[in-house]
């Protein structure tokens, strides 16, 4: 099997643009990292290649830290893709170069982790939603429109929420609002305003492709859920996307909550793959 590693971000994009083109749904966390670093050399710390077999890709790999080490498959190619993220694996080993964790389809992430060895922690267990036509939602009292500067309080407490009900853990204070007061800025940020002018649920987009665009921190307070506000947020900001051109958008769904799964559903999403995310706990100044 033959690894390929390429001098820049903008040389892997290039070199596979056929096959990113064609699963760019899948392949949008390595896409956006790449894109994000296009014309830096690459180094131990900013990593891109693919591993081949019979001239056909078989396993695409990015790293830029402090992000995970994303690992991208196409279909048909069980057996020999998990040969490559495990021989990724060995390589990384052997040659000390430095990871923060592994997110992939399970399969990939078991077969990486089993030949690295190491502490890994499951940080979350995913599915990649997609939506190509809209399933409109029953109607609810308010509206939908872009997050105001006077609005970033109430967001940056949902997003803290969002933090420990999605991932378990707690965000750095500073860090959340900041992105937020950035994504209000840039018009990324949605919010279900109910007529008495209360926020009742919010959406951002992130992770835009060519084709396609990602939905994120979808958030609704226990005291509002229930009541159809999610679902016309989301329908609300993806109405809006394919209008302005997007063939697809996209969630992360956590696929412990059936609940959610069928809040998408209904609006029009269906699974592509499954996608988890596991985090290196081995110190760094080990491998």
Not at 254 to 262: K, T
Request: charged share 25%; hydrophobic share 35%; net charge negative.
């Amino acid at each position: 099997m033959k690894r390929t590693l390429y001098p820049t971000p903008g040389d892997f994009l290039q070199d596979n643009r056929l096959f990113l083109e064609e699963h760019e749904a899948l392949c949008q966390l390595n896409l956006r990292n790449a894109q994000a670093n296009r014309e830096d050399p690459c180094s131990p710390s900013l990593l891109f290649g693919r591993y081949e077999a019979n001239g056909e890709p078989v396993l695409l790999f990015g790293s830029a830290l402090p992000w995970n080490l994303c690992l991208n498959a196409p279909s048909g190619t069980a057996s020999l893709s998990a040969q490559a993220a495990a021989e990724l694996a060995a390589w990384l080993r052997a040659e000390n170069i430095p990871i923060a964790g592994v997110t992939a389809r399970e399969e990939l992430c078991q077969a990486f982790m089993g030949a690295y060895g190491g502490e890994f922690t499951q940080r979350s267990a995913m599915d990649i939603m997609v939506l190509t036509e809209l399933i409109e939602p029953p109607a609810v009292s308010g509206t939908v429109r872009p997050a105001r500067g006077e609005d970033l309080d109430t967001i940056c407490q949902w997003a803290h929420a969002f933090y420990r009900e999605a991932l378990h853990e707690e965000g750095d204070p500073e860090t959340i609002r900041q992105h937020n007061q950035e994504r209000i800025q840039k018009g990324e940020i949605r919010v279900l305003e109910l007529p008495g002018g209360e926020l009742a649920s919010m959406a951002y987009t992130s992770r835009e492709t060519e084709r396609g665009i990602a939905i994120s921190g979808v958030y609704t307070p226990p005291e509002h859920r229930g009541k159809g506000y999610c679902q016309a947020t989301v329908g609300a900001l993806c109405r809006e996307l394919l209008a302005r051109g997007k063939d697809y958008c996209t969630l992360f769904v956590n696929r412990e909550n059936p609940i959610s799964n069928r809040v998408y559903r209904k609006t029009g999403f269906q699974v592509l793959e499954d996608c988890w995310e596991y985090r290196l706990e081995e110190p760094s100044s080990s491998r």
